[in-house]
């Protein structure tokens, strides 16, 4: 029988964990070991996990005695723990419903090919309101197309190319289990570096090196609007530039997959979200050394749709004001 482990990170999301580990530990699969890792975390979070201490399914239980500063490092120790050869990363504030593994776990063990398998989510809002077919209805909508609307598999180069390059389709890391052998493709070193777009650059690492399934069924529930960045780190400006980071790291490797097309089309959104990053600088009051900083990295990814995108940014300004 096929074994899961199954990885928790927690930081302050005390008021969700009884219901995410329990939607592990109730699962219809029960060949799993459960990994709890909390990020010293300041409400009581402790506390709940601790009742979980003796639980036989629980492998580890460990907690930071300071915060990381990035769930990724996180990540990394659960791998490091985890015993089984299929992974799970149950985000600390979502929750599964109890069928998760039972329907995504033989995707990866009847077909050899198939490293990633993900389902649809539905997502909850701050007062437990489930909102049904919000992702599905987005990558439909985003890509005109009625793809999530049916099961498949496919070369997960094939799905990098057609969506992932251009947008993150896969929900989060909640909805998926994969092969613990893929993460020899994934950049740690590099993976640390992102607050925003880690998840979108962890599935891309994957899908370069297997083939994908998917299930339209929505057995994940992803709580939004509850993560920890600390007040004053959210940017625009740095969410933009981390979408560049992600998609120029593998651009070398997979453009020639790329049809002139597809290339054209890529070309033209990265124009667009450097011009957001842009704008954004040019109205908000940044301090310059984020200005400067931000610019250099724009313009050194691409220096001629830099050029192009900063004049028709400082034009429209101009045009405004």
Request: proline share 0%; aromatic share 28%.
């Given at each position: 029988m096929f074994a899961v482990s199954v990885i928790i990170p927690n930081y302050n999301h005390a008021k969700f964990l009884n219901k995410r580990i329990d939607s592990v530990l109730n699962q219809t699969y029960q060949n799993l070991e459960l990994i709890i890792l909390d990020d010293c975390s300041t409400d009581n979070s402790r506390e709940i996990i601790e009742q979980y201490r003796n639980h036989s399914k629980v492998a580890?239980?460990?907690?930071?005695?300071?915060?990381?500063g990035s769930p990724f490092l996180?990540?990394?120790k659960g791998f490091e723990l985890a015993k089984n050869d299929y992974l799970w990363i149950a985000e600390s504030d979502d929750y599964a419903d109890i069928r998760f593994l039972e329907v995504l776990l033989p995707c990866l063990i009847v077909n050899e090919k198939v490293g990633v398998a993900f389902a649809d989510s539905n997502t909850v809002d701050a007062q437990d309101v489930i909102h049904p077919?919000?992702?599905?209805?987005?990558?439909?909508?985003?890509?005109?197309?009625?793809?999530w609307n049916y099961d498949y598999i496919k070369p997960g180069i094939d799905e990098i190319k057609e969506n992932l390059f251009f947008e993150c389709t896969i929900n989060n890391t909640s909805a998926m289990v994969f092969k613990k052998n893929l993460l020899q493709y994934v950049n740690f070193d590099?993976?640390?570096n992102f607050r925003y777009c880690g998840d979108w650059f962890f599935f891309v690492s994957l899908l370069n090196h297997c083939d994908v399934a998917y299930k339209k069924e929505a057995l994940n529930?992803?709580?939004?609007?509850t993560d920890n960045f600390k007040?004053?780190?959210?940017?625009?400006?740095?969410?933009?530039?981390?979408?560049?980071?992600?998609?120029?790291?593998?651009?070398?490797?997979?453009k020639p997959y790329f049809s002139a097309q597809k290339r054209k089309q890529l070309y033209r959104e990265l124009g667009i979200e450097m011009r957001i990053q842009l704008n954004e600088m040019l109205k908000r009051n940044s301090s310059f050394l984020e200005t400067i900083q931000s610019f250099t990295f724009l313009y050194h990814i691409n220096k001629s749709l830099f050029r192009r995108q900063f004049y028709n940014s400082l034009r429209a300004y101009i045009w405004k004001n």
């Open positions: 580890h239980i460990l907690f930071n005695e300071t915060n990381s996180q990540w990394q077919d919000f992702y599905k209805n987005f990558r439909n909508s985003r890509f005109k197309t009625d793809k590099h993976l640390k529930f992803f709580k939004y609007g007040k004053g780190t959210r940017s625009v400006i740095n969410y933009f530039k981390e979408r560049f980071m992600v998609r120029y790291y593998f651009w070398k490797e997979l």
